[in-house]
């Protein structure tokens, strides 16, 4: 299937989504958002799937929101970002909750709606030359895309406030330090890199990783009891997967594990 505002490739079990608007940074207009949206069902529903990477082609991974399709729209420009974050919204509400791991490859700059994607991503692979900033504030907007969710669980209140209130730019180092990002490498490696992650990683137990993200999502809103009852429900659960009995298999039989997403 071809895409306008984006590029869609798969190899093995690993997807690779390059958002492809080089022109404009990468940056999120209507058609990206909805495509984003297609795309993350896409990737939920296919079981061969198994990594999904989120990459920008260019020297930006996303500028954030197409604030010059905002400018005219005019007095349509509300209901343009309410179309546009319904579909954003609802593919980073899919890549968070669907097995496979999202990993992002960072190589230039990412703000606003772009570091909001980010944020939302599992693992993240940075280029030394990337760089991170909210951006909202600078134009009187607020954030949206999630990292107001994500963002103060990965990094506190304080921290995030000072991004989102200052616009202080963060260096792909700096993004390392403060837990934004995993890894950093050299310019021009993060989109490989990122895909060598992702390939290690669609090799592994994909329902088990499903499980993960459950886990860490539900643990700041759940109490210690309810929390430790949805850890007994998932790993009874995921015991009895087809990859779970291989998994306990191979530990008694001292041997590595085939696992198959299943």
Not at 70 to 92: C, D, P, Q, R
Not at 219 to 237: D, G, K, V
Request: hydrophobic share 45%; net charge negative; with cysteine.
């Amino acid at each position: 299937m071809t895409y306008e505002t984006v590029l869609f490739e798969t190899s093995d079990a690993v997807a690779t989504i390059t958002m492809n608007r080089p022109d404009e940074a990468n940056a999120l207009n209507l058609t990206m958002a909805r495509e984003l949206a297609e795309l993350s069902i896409l990737c939920d529903e296919d079981p061969g799937i198994r990594a999904v990477v989120i990459a920008g082609t260019g020297r930006f991974f996303s500028a954030g929101g197409d604030v010059a399709s905002f400018a005219a729209a005019g007095t349509g420009t509300s209901a343009l970002i309410k179309e546009m974050t319904m579909y954003l919204h609802a593919a980073i509400s899919r890549f968070s909750r669907m097995n496979a791991p999202l990993v992002g490859a960072v190589d230039g700059i990412a703000a606003g709606a772009g570091f909001s994607i980010v944020t939302a991503c599992d693992l993240v692979v940075a280029a030394e030359s990337a760089t991170f900033l909210s951006a909202y504030t600078a134009a009187a907007l607020s954030p949206d895309g999630s990292s107001s969710y994500f963002l103060p669980r990965q990094i506190g209140m304080k921290r995030s406030a000072e991004l989102m209130l200052t616009n202080r730019r963060l260096s792909a180092r700096e993004a390392l330090a403060w837990g934004i990002v995993n890894r950093v490498v050299e310019v021009g490696d993060a989109l490989s890199a990122a895909q060598a992650l992702a390939a290690e990683l669609a090799a592994g137990a994909t329902l088990a990783f499903g499980a993960v993200k459950h886990l860490l999502h539900e643990s700041l809103t759940s109490s210690l009891e309810s929390q430790m009852e949805t850890e007994s429900r998932l790993i009874a659960e995921m015991s009895a997967t087809q990859d779970g009995r291989e998994g306990i298999t191979a530990f008694v039989e001292k041997r590595i594990p085939e696992f198959k997403g299943r």
